[in-house]
């Protein structure tokens, strides 16, 4: 089992930053994935961003390409989701997620966190 928390959301205004945390316990961190998802109100959850369990290969959702960035760090057990030029279209519910690969990661990963708030005004 895994186990994730996410933690960094709050309110910010268009244009603004905000870094998102997930910690990882349970079983080896470094063997895993790890991706975020996000779900805005009325709309499908959507795949935000993964990397790879040594962190050399990232991936990320067209919507979010080049403004944000995610990172992980093997011996603190946690990545990270760096988010610039923030706009109100991205305020949503974040979700850490988990799996043996990135391609399950991005396809339907088998571990979430409990999620964490994201709202960007205008």
């Known amino acids: 089992q895994v186990q994730l928390v996410e933690s960094g959301g709050g309110l910010v205004q268009a244009g603004g930053s905000l870094r998102l945390s997930c910690a990882a316990s349970?079983?080896?961190?470094?063997?895993?994935?790890m991706g975020w998802f996000r779900q805005a109100p009325g709309k499908e959850r959507e795949f935000v961003a993964a990397?790879?369990?040594?962190?050399?290969?990232?991936y990320y959702a067209d919507s979010v390409q080049g403004r944000f960035t995610i990172s992980s760090d093997n011996a603190k057990n946690t990545v990270l989701l760096q988010m610039n030029s923030l706009k109100p279209e991205d305020t949503a519910v974040y979700y850490c997620?988990?799996?043996?690969?990135?391609?399950?990661?991005?396809?339907?990963?088998?571990?979430w966190g409990q999620g964490t708030q994201v709202t960007v005004s205008s």
């Open positions: 997620a988990a799996d043996h690969s990135v391609r399950r990661v991005v396809t339907g990963p088998e571990y």
């Open positions: 349970g079983r080896t961190f470094s063997s895993y994935a």
């Open positions: 990397v790879s369990w040594s962190g050399g290969s990232t």
